[in-house]
């Protein structure tokens, strides 16, 4: 599992990255420091892609808000069935700052 960090600055997404120690899933985006764009809604769509090294049935993300800013949201499947070794899918997130989960 990866963890990550989001954080709003303006109409802003701010990523910092913190490197989890699992070797089957890697996540290539979002890097550290990324920045997404809200939109007027007050939400980012967060791409998030990345590699596995065993096979897998899917791909599951969430959000866990931090220090109470935003709002946490369920597992979702952001990729059923991944092949070839890699994977992308979107995950929608409301301001705040989030730890962003990736797992099996």
Same mark, same amino acid.
């Given at each position: 599992?990866?963890?990550?960090?989001?954080? @709003?600055?303006?109409?802003?997404?701010?990523?910092?990255?913190?490197?989890?120690?699992?070797?089957?899933?890697?996540?290539?985006?979002?890097?550290?420091r990324? @920045?997404?764009q809200?939109?007027?809604?007050?939400?980012?769509?967060?791409? @998030?892609?990345?590699?596995?090294?065993?096979?897998?049935?899917?791909?599951?993300?969430?959000?866990?808000?931090?220090?109470?800013?935003?709002?946490?949201?369920?597992?979702?499947?952001?990729?059923?069935?991944p092949?070839?070794?890699?994977?992308?899918?979107?995950?929608?997130?409301?301001?705040?700052?989030?730890?962003l989960?990736v797992?099996?």
């Amino acid at each position: 599992m990866m963890n990550y960090f989001l954080k @709003i600055y303006g109409t802003a997404f701010l990523l910092l990255l913190s490197l989890g120690a699992y070797a089957q899933i890697q996540v290539s985006f979002p890097t550290t420091r990324a @920045i997404l764009q809200r939109n007027n809604s007050n939400q980012a769509t967060i791409r @998030i892609t990345g590699y596995y090294t065993s096979a897998l049935t899917r791909i599951e993300a969430r959000l866990q808000a931090r220090d109470g800013q935003g709002t946490s949201t369920d597992w979702q499947t952001i990729q059923a069935t991944p092949a070839g070794g890699v994977f992308a899918g979107d995950l929608t997130g409301t301001g705040g700052w989030y730890n962003l989960d990736v797992r099996e």
